[in-house]
């Protein structure tokens, strides 16, 4: 006898609004639909091979995203984030313990709101961005970046590293893959030059700030009762396995 089970699925809104991606990405609605942890997500929860190499948490998102067409590459970190709250959520509940100040605290996760961004600089299916740079007379386009691009600069960091064991190339790797052109040229070997040879400490701070200030997330931080002062919410080893210490 055939049977057919149904599993609960939630729509979760994306801090992006589905603004900039293309208009035929099932992303640019603004949400995704996710369903609810089962026995299987646990075994990829469990399975060392993924801890190992770092890519438990992806394999974990992607079995859990229910939308049909979803490009995981293309999903912006922002978005990532907002769907590996829900995921926390719906599998073991909103409250996660974090270590604030020496102390242990309760976060209601439900409760995370997103960045305050300004939408009005976003253009419907782009994901690009001019910023004239405020000490020289470049001008640059960037872009959000997305899971993709985030493998790319980390595969390129390591790359590096093992070229130079003394290298560190986090900043530089990291506005490579954020800038789109510069002075109108799209030519990947003109961006790398002008990233390792022209662009000022002053410019790069400021690409990065711009960029802080345009890129749709959850808003990562907890204020403790009675305090003025924020806390970064670390995702340690307790997000996703609670029964962990803290």
């Excluded at 639909?33 to 997500?41: G, I, L, N, W």
């Excluded at 994901?127 to 985030?150: A, G, M, R, S, Y």
Aim: with cysteine; glycine share 4%; charged share 30%.
């Amino acid at each position: 006898m055939d049977h057919k089970f149904k599993l609960p699925t939630e729509q979760v809104e994306l801090p992006s609004k589905g603004l900039l991606y293309p208009e035929d990405s099932p992303l640019a609605t603004g949400t995704i639909e996710m369903k609810y942890m089962t026995a299987k997500e646990e075994d990829i929860l469990t399975n060392q091979n993924y801890i190992e190499n770092g890519t438990v948490i992806d394999k974990l998102l992607k079995s859990l995203i229910v939308t049909e067409g979803v490009d995981y590459d293309s999903i912006l970190i922002g978005d990532k984030n907002a769907i590996m709250m829900a995921a926390r959520v719906l599998s073991y509940g909103k409250d996660y313990e974090i270590k604030v100040l020496g102390e242990v605290q309760t976060v209601d996760l439900s409760a995370l709101e997103n960045k305050e961004v300004d939408y009005s600089l976003f253009k419907k299916g782009e994901n690009d961005f001019t910023f004239k740079l405020p000490h020289t007379d470049n001008t640059v386009t960037i872009k959000i970046l997305t899971h993709k691009d985030e493998e790319l600069i980390d595969r390129e960091i390591k790359g590096n590293k093992k070229i130079n064991k003394n290298s560190s190339t986090i900043t530089t790797s990291r506005l490579k893959y954020i800038i789109t052109s510069i002075n109108d040229s799209r030519d990947k070997k003109d961006i790398r030059e002008f990233v390792d040879n022209y662009c000022l400490a002053k410019d790069a701070r400021a690409i990065r700030e711009f960029y802080s200030s345009i890129s749709p997330d959850v808003d990562m931080v907890y204020y403790k009762e009675g305090r003025e002062e924020a806390a970064d919410i670390p995702i340690g080893i307790g997000f996703f396995w609670p029964d962990a210490a803290v």
